[in-house]
């Protein structure tokens, strides 16, 4: 396994693992399928809408000596979760997505597979969108949020 891909495990498992979300509907890249069951067999576990997924979006390298690259990519991490208005689902959405950041923010190395998660002005996961979408026929709660990793090669 290279590189990138111990990187994209090791978001995998850190996501799986925060309470509240279910490992195996945390998706290691954007599922997609033809009709609506299966889409929603990607996604749904008892009854409700409250899946991940992670994709890379951007690689940069950098070269400050010979033969060393430093490798930064940003990660995509999409996620979708039922929404019920008289459960006030968005509040428990939102601590999901918090409870996320912690997670990271607790692991700046991801468990030693890479140097940092701070690069630049940012560190550790980022809230870039939330808002509704519709998944499957269901109202769901959408976020997307954002990662760097930085290692050398």
């Known amino acids: 396994m290279g590189k990138l891909a ?8 850190k996501i799986g693992a925060v309470a509240g979300i279910t490992a195996a509907n945390v998706h290691d890249y954007e599922r997609f399928d ?3 069951k299966g889409m929603r067999e990607f996604y749904e576990v008892s009854g409700k809408i409250n899946g991940w997924f992670i994709r890379r979006i951007r690689t940069s390298e950098r070269s400050p000596y010979e033969g060393r690259w430093i490798v930064v990519s940003r990660w995509r991490i999409q996620g979708y979760y039922s929404l019920v208005d008289s459960n006030a ?8 997505v ?3 950041r912690d997670a990271f ?7 030693g ?3 940092s998660t701070v690069e630049g002005n940012e560190a550790g996961i980022q809230v ?3 808002g509704h979408v519709i998944l499957t026929g269901v ?3 959408s976020v997307r949020l954002a990662l760097n990793t930085r290692y050398q090669e």
């Open 34 to 36: 033809k009709d609506i």
């Open 139 to 141: 109202l769901c709660h």
């Open 128 to 130: 870039e969108d939330s």
């Open 89 to 96: 689902t968005e509040k428990t959405f939102d601590d999901l």
């Open 6 to 13: 111990d990187v994209r495990a090791a978001i995998k498992t």
């Open 113 to 115: 597979i890479i140097d």
């Open 98 to 100: 918090e409870a996320i």
């Open 105 to 111: 923010r607790t692991d700046e190395t991801l468990g």
